[in-house]
């Protein structure tokens, strides 16, 4: 049985608060989903509409995969949701845990990694973690001065990429391209004054990519650790260019 109990627990985390003292955050939607336990994520909770179930196969994969499955109204599934139509299906995962990734992946022959500074947009965040997914690059890392990665906001714009790659948040951006420049990598960061034009730049097999919030850019601090500033060519009047399409061009200029 559902209970009231449950609903509120899981309606917690829907409170940064609560997720960090629970280590737990809610993912929703059958596609997200889909991607997460195909990506052989840990699923604690699964709460589903009866009256919206969209493959009767995935949601006995998805039973077999959680701890818990409970079946729900609509009514009930819209108290714990952040949209303003539920998507029928809801579930409660712990955090995800990369220690030791980025050590590892330091080491590389071939590496590239996207840094975010200062990225303060939700739905920016999660285009950029399905941008680096598409184009594979081998971990995004978040800036402890950007927005929570498991803001519910974040999680539904990533559609399921943030389970396909390494996504490392709260990471104190000085200290890591400090480990980036020991290990000879290097560090572009994307700006306008000063930058070079992606089109003549050169990019190694070992290369890591800031990118700022549109609109502050990055941080002088971080900006000074880098080895080169990159911009992408302006051809009109737009007084800016969104930080995910940016990302986009970039990496797409890099990997073709």
């Known amino acids: 049985m559902l209970s009231k109990q449950k609903l509120s627990s899981i309606k ?15 993912l929703e939607g059958w596609k997200s989903l889909e991607e997460a336990v195909n990506a052989g994520a840990e699923i604690e909770t699964i709460i589903y509409d009866v009256q919206k179930v969209e493959s009767a196969k995935l949601l006995l994969k998805l039973e077999r995969s959680a701890k818990e499955v409970f079946a729900a109204k609509t009514k009930e599934l819209e108290t714990i949701s952040d949209t303003v139509s539920a998507q029928g299906i809801i579930a409660v ?18 590496l590239m990694i996207v840094v975010l500074d200062g990225m303060n947009d939700p739905g920016n965040l999660g285009t950029i973690v399905r941008t680096c997914d598409w184009f594979g690059v081998d971990a995004l890392v978040i800036g402890n001065n950007s927005v929570e990665l498991y803001n519910p906001k974040v999680v539904r714009a990533s559609m399921g990429s943030m ?20 290990e000879n990598i290097p560090v ?9 034009d992606i089109r003549k730049v050169s990019f190694t097999k070992r290369s890591v990519i800031i990118i700022g919030s ?3 850019g ?24 969104n930080a995910a399409m940016a990302c986009g061009i970039i990496l ?3 990997k073709l």
């Open 188 to 196: 572009f960061s994307t700006e306008l004054s000063n930058s070079e």
């Open 12 to 26: 917690r985390l829907l409170q940064k608060k609560n997720r960090e003292e629970e280590g737990m955050f809610i």
């Open 218 to 241: 990055v941080s002088p601090e971080i900006s000074a650790m880098a080895d080169k500033k990159i911009f992408v060519p302006q051809f009109g009047k737009a007084e800016s260019l």
């Open 93 to 110: 995962l712990p955090k995800r845990s990369h220690d030791g990734v980025l050590a590892s992946l330091l080491k590389r022959q071939s």
């Open 163 to 182: 389970f396909h790659l390494p996504v490392i948040d709260e990471v104190d951006l000085a200290g890591f391209l400090t480990l980036c420049r020991k």
């Open 252 to 254: 797409s200029h890099i």
């Open 214 to 216: 549109e609109s502050h």
